[in-house]
């Protein structure tokens, strides 16, 4: 099986990326990926929300579904680690005391894609958002929320105290689904998801308007242009784009995307249907022909070659059982694996694009062949 | 559309409590509270909102400075109006909230479930002389003035006015006018009164006309006062208190919970509305 993930991070206004609280990680080996969204009124929440999807993304591979004792396990442990990693003796009053009173909180999504049965487990407390779009860009399922009325500025959280523990577990939901081949899964926190949400509702596409491209900068002045406008709300905005069997980068070809939400899909009238189907042909066509073209151009090329200016590349297989690594540049990693496929029908590289701002030390490079995203500790 | 400012450090606020320190502040206050003097009550509930606004901007190790906070006493000595924090504080009329946090004056224990706390404390009781409250409204205007240059963008500085008597230097409102009226590019300075009393009489809380104020000393105080922002009628809402869209920001006859109340929904609810 093929994956190619995108993640992509801005901090909120007047912040810098180091104050960002929201937390993303991903391990495309054991196929765990997790977003996390430190509450802004609690102590340490970036440490939290960061040891949160650290700790999920490393020891969920194994796991076919999430059970009740799990998570309660894991929850309590992850509590000791943050209370671990609190420097008691050198924070000053109101730091100790918002920690013992408040403690940390951070909203939750995480899932292991389980490839073999096409689907996926996982778990969310709060308003981090998963959304699975088919390959023809119709949205099939968005989990929690449904509508962006769903968001509000309450929120449950995982809190880093064990108080009211019963009750906080109680608020997990886990969930399931299942993927087909081409489909893309989207893991974004509060801000992009509700945007996301609201452009689905208003009849658009918000895979379209997202930008994609691997250049440094180009989704940050996409969010500032959102948030100038009013479109997208000024907090912190994370978003980890996953694209299962993805055409390889070298030679995708752009195709037409659909705008259908879940709400209006058996509406669409026959006369759209019309328009949309000679709409789709012209699209092929020209698909075809630039398909073409790219082809002969890329050819002789190197994948990496084909990305722009990426943080981090890696290549891999699932299942990895040899692995290199290399420097290619300024905050720029290659990582190449050679594995056996996981997957009974066979893999190919796999083409995975970590796109950050490299002044992110969350962003910085793992020393290990499986990085873990936004592990940026405070 | 008013009072929409995101409060980021860029653009912090100011929150300038004005505190009535006359004389008859010893008396005890009103209602199921009875037992302790309106002084003293009147400086725990601030102490406790202070403590609020640094534990919302505590980040770990450094407070961010999203607010500056002023806070006036008046009448401690006789027509006296002075910056009412002291210690390492004394005499500044304005501190950025990360000085405030900084430099409690001294820290007090306290047992929660079982569990010890330090509390800090930045605002002894005072009770003194007489009611300066138009010498004091405008120490607090030319405050303002020279924060909102500064401030333009920001949202606009919200005045907290707690009193428990009529003013012995003229009628204020001209002054609070004065007040009111000052605006930065988000809305016009909100001034909000409470006004503490002895007896039990009921309060009246958030009221929406003047006729629902009984005697005159209320009236003037209720015309001195701004309307509720939507996110403080509603923070007002969710405690319990029936408001409308005319609902002032004003307490007559206010009781030590009112007190908490109004002090929370004048700052807290702007905190949770406004701060990104």
């Known amino acids: 099986m093929t994956i190619r993930l995108q993640g992509f991070q801005t901090p909120k206004n007047g912040s810098t990326s180091q104050e960002c609280q929201d937390a993303v990680a991903w391990d495309p080996q054991k196929t765990t990926f997790a977003v996390a969204d430190g509450v802004s009124d609690s102590a340490f929440q970036t440490l939290w929300a960061n040891i949160l999807v650290n700790s999920f993304v490393a020891e969920t591979q194994t796991l076919q579904s999430f059970s009740r004792v799990w998570l309660a396990n894991w929850l309590r442990a992850q509590q000791r680690v943050w209370n671990s990693r609190v420097n008691w003796q050198t924070i000053p009053w109101h730091g100790r005391l918002k920690a013992q009173q408040t403690g940390a909180q951070a909203t939750f999504l995480g899932i292991h894609l389980l490839p073999e049965k096409h689907a996926w487990v996982g778990i969310v407390i709060g308003d981090c958002n998963l959304f699975r779009f088919s390959k023809d860009g119709i949205l099939m399922e968005s989990v929690p929320n449904h509508r962006s009325a769903d968001f509000s500025n309450a929120t449950q959280a995982f809190s880093s105290t064990i108080q009211n523990q019963d009750q906080m577990l109680s608020q997990v939901k886990l969930i399931q689904g299942t993927f087909e081949s081409g489909d893309s899964l989207v893991l974004a926190t509060d801000a992009m998801a509700r945007w996301m949400l609201e452009r689905l509702e208003a009849k658009k596409d918000p895979l379209q308007e997202i930008p994609t491209s691997d250049e440094p900068g180009v989704f940050d002045h996409w969010v500032s242009a959102q948030r100038q406008s009013g479109a997208l709300k000024d907090d912190d905005t994370s978003l980890l784009l996953i694209q299962l069997d993805a055409v390889p980068v070298d030679v995708k070809v752009p195709g037409p995307r659909p705008v259908v939400t879940p709400h209006v899909a058996q509406r669409t009238s026959q006369a759209w249907g019309y328009v949309y189907a000679i709409g789709l042909l012209l699209s092929l066509l020209a698909g075809v022909v630039l398909g073409a073209s790219l082809h002969n151009w890329l050819s002789n090329k190197q994948i990496e070659q084909n990305v722009q200016k990426p943080l981090l590349i890696l290549q891999q297989q699932l299942e990895s059982n040899q692995s290199s690594r290399e420097d290619i540049g300024e905050g720029l990693l290659k990582i190449v694996v050679t594995a056996q496929p996981r997957t009974e029908s066979g893999g190919t590289a796999q083409a995975i694009v970590c796109n950050r701002n490299p002044k992110d030390p969350g962003c910085n490079p793992s020393p290990t062949p499986t990085p873990k995203g936004g592990s940026r500790s405070k | ?276």
């Open chain 2, 1 to 276: 559309m008013a009072y929409q400012a995101p409060i980021n450090r860029e653009n912090p606020t100011l929150f300038c409590f004005l505190l009535d320190h006359s004389g008859s502040m010893q008396d005890l206050i009103g209602g199921k509270d009875g037992t302790t003097n309106k002084a003293q009550g009147l400086a725990d509930a601030v102490n406790g909102i202070l403590l609020d606004i640094v534990m919302r901007c505590s980040e770990g190790t450094t407070i961010r400075e999203y607010f500056d906070v002023g806070v006036l006493g008046y009448g401690d000595g006789k027509g006296s109006v002075s910056p009412a924090l002291s210690g390492a504080l004394a005499g500044k009329e304005i501190a950025p909230i990360s000085q405030i946090g900084l430099y409690p004056l001294r820290f007090q224990e306290r047992t929660i479930n079982g569990q010890n706390y330090s509390y800090p404390v930045w605002v002894e009781p005072v009770a003194g002389a007489d009611t300066p409250m138009c010498a004091a409204l405008q120490r607090c205007q030319g405050i303002i003035q020279g924060w909102i240059r500064r401030h333009r963008k920001a949202f606009p500085p919200i005045v907290i006015h707690i009193t428990d008597g009529e003013s012995t230097d003229g009628d204020p409102t001209r002054q609070a006018r004065k007040l009111i009226n000052l605006y930065t590019d988000d809305g016009n300075v909100l001034l909000f009164n409470c006004h503490l009393s002895s007896s039990n009489s009921p309060p009246i809380v958030f009221p929406e006309r003047v006729e629902n104020i009984p005697d005159a000393y209320g009236q003037q105080l209720f015309g001195m006062s701004s309307v509720l922002t939507p996110f403080m009628q509603q923070a007002a809402r969710s405690l319990g208190y029936l408001v409308t869209a005319q609902s002032r920001g004003f307490i007559f006859q206010a009781d030590l919970s009112n007190v908490i109340h109004f002090l929370d929904i004048g700052t807290r609810s702007t905190v949770q509305a406004t701060l990104r």
